[in-house]
């Protein structure tokens, strides 16, 4: 056999020129004492903040506390399997999850394994869970509508993409169907939806994956998961998770959704790991820095400018209230960080209006600028309306006799409030909003019995699509309303009510 002596001299230049001199060193610690989702470690005395850690059983663990004479790690994983004495390995890195399209459409946990059963996530990319937030320099206002496909919060509360928008309120007030409406809204949209879902119980979380696949969601959806069963360290880990997957698809020019159901959880859990860790308490006990631990989660939400791309990332936190309390240490905390919130009051839930949004405490402070043209015209003073009408029924359960006006205001309300109402599953398209809530406010319904509203409104969107195509596509083209248009509106209210009310009594 011959060589070719070319051959060995290239390949000999080739390992001179990749020859690394350095040797790997990696510090080695000492468990000191382990349980309930912490370790001590001693030796690690050059470790890092946020630095990963490895124990001999394959579990990963971050640098929580750095004290004098030990570190003090929390434990991602199962911490039943690590006793004092175990070697600690330092890893040399900042902990990190995959990114990129194989995350979507896929069930996670925080860490990015798979929990879905198809097999493992084939990600060429990773990205640090913990990144500093965008500055100011590099953002842009909040002007592109993100449509919700809910009449109630499109109208009265837009919310537009980069905005943070809490929904807040008590345990079973339709927090979480709000926001499965909304992942559910953007099948065509192009927008990346992340859910992460954080101290909920598996079946709860089984339920929305399944209303998902139903729905056709999960194709552009990936769900984070870090169930009631887990440990506080990745129910404290997951939100930054969930935030570091959907902000690759921003920094790529592409929009994304993110859902943190909920962080009050976070928040109980953080405090928990604070208080094994010694952590001086604050108010009901949490840390002093648990305002930090969700404003540096929240700020990574942005509209980015256009030299950056243009991509934004939405957040719609979940706080679960406690009787109604928002004055609370962590619901004031997440109030004052985000850009408005959707508060849903537990009377409103049980007496039927769902959803259960109290139209005077809710709120967005980007307001109209996040909305369509047509829908900020069509409902620019339903908010005020809606007010005033509270009041005036209030005032009329004390029996007083009304006149003629206040019992018409008074009946418009009621006829608005039953508009309003939208079963679960069923975001609209904002042109069927517009023309449903245009009907309402011009007063096309006075005359609708107000159990009748939502049929009339059900024929009414059925009768423009099939028999006013070229009205419909007009409005969604234009995305506003000038007096041709509203003519034209008006003319298709017209002709519908002369057909319907000619139906009506044989039906």
């Avoid at 059983?57 to 929390?74: H, P, R, T």
């Avoid at 909920?200 to 209303?211: F, L, P, R, W």
């Avoid at 007010?387 to 209030?394: D, G, N």
Wanted: glycine residues 10%; contains cysteine; aromatic residues 6%.
């Amino acid at each position: 056999m011959r060589f070719n002596a070319d051959e060995i001299a290239s390949v000999l230049q080739q390992e001179i020129e990749q020859f690394e001199s350095q040797i790997d060193v990696r510090e080695v610690g000492t468990v000191l004492e382990a349980g309930d989702g912490i370790a001590r470690v001693y030796g690690l005395s050059g470790v890092m903040s946020g630095e990963m850690v490895e124990f001999p059983n394959g579990v990963q663990g971050q640098a929580f506390n750095l004290e004098e004479n030990s570190v003090g790690v929390i434990i991602l994983g199962d911490y039943l399997g690590i006793a004092a004495g175990d070697e600690v390995r330092s890893l040399g890195r900042l902990l990190s999850v995959p990114v990129g399209e194989a995350v979507i459409g896929r069930v996670l946990d925080p860490l990015g394994n798979p929990l879905d059963g198809k097999g493992p996530v084939d990600a060429r990319e990773y990205r640090p869970v913990e990144v500093i937030a965008t500055g100011v320099s590099q953002r842009q206002p909040v002007a592109e509508p993100l449509q919700t496909g809910i009449k109630a919060i499109d109208s009265m509360t837009p919310i537009g993409r980069g905005q943070r928008e809490l929904i807040i309120g008590d345990r079973r007030t339709g927090k979480t169907a709000i926001a499965l409406d909304t992942i559910i809204n953007q099948r065509e949209s192009g927008v990346k939806c992340f859910y992460v879902a954080i101290g909920q119980k598996d079946s709860s979380v089984a339920g929305v994956i399944a209303e998902l696949e139903k729905h056709g969601a999960m194709a552009y959806t990936t769900v984070v998961v870090a169930g009631a069963s887990s440990p506080a360290p990745l129910q404290y880990v997951a939100p930054y998770a969930g935030t570091a997957m959907a902000e690759h698809f921003m920094f790529n020019g592409q929009h994304a959704l993110i859902i943190y159901d909920d962080l009050s959880k976070q928040a109980v859990a953080y405090r928990q790991l604070s208080l094994l860790m010694r952590r001086p308490p604050g108010r009901e006990a949490y840390p002093g820095d648990v305002f930090y631990c969700h404003s540096r989660l929240l700020e990574r939400s942005a509209k980015l400018s256009d030299a950056l791309g243009g991509g934004s990332l939405t957040s719609l936190p979940i706080i679960e209230t406690l009787e109604g309390e928002v004055s609370a240490y962590i619901p004031t905390n997440v109030i004052s960080i985000t850009d408005g919130q959707i508060y849903l009051q537990p009377d409103l839930f049980f007496a039927g209006q769902r959803p259960a949004m109290n139209a005077g405490i809710s709120v967005s402070r980007v307001g109209g600028k996040a909305q369509v043209k047509v829908m900020k015209k069509v409902a620019g003073g339903l908010r005020l309306d809606l007010a005033s009408f509270r009041e005036l029924e209030a005032f009329a359960q004390l029996g007083t006799e009304l006149d003629a006006a206040t019992q018409a205001r008074l009946d418009r309300g009621y006829r608005m409030v039953e508009l309003l109402k939208q079963p679960q599953y069923k975001p609209m398209h904002v042109v069927d909003q517009v023309l449903s809530i245009y009907a309402g406010t011009q007063g096309y319904l006075d005359d609708v019995p107000v159990t009748a509203v939502p049929a009339w409104e059900e024929a009414f969107l059925s009768f423009v699509r099939q028999h006013k195509p070229g009205l419909w596509k007009t409005l969604d083209e234009r995305k506003d309303m000038n007096a041709e248009v509203e003519a034209e509106v008006k003319t298709a209210i017209g002709e519908f009510k002369s057909q319907y009310t000619a139906a009506k009594p044989s039906a």
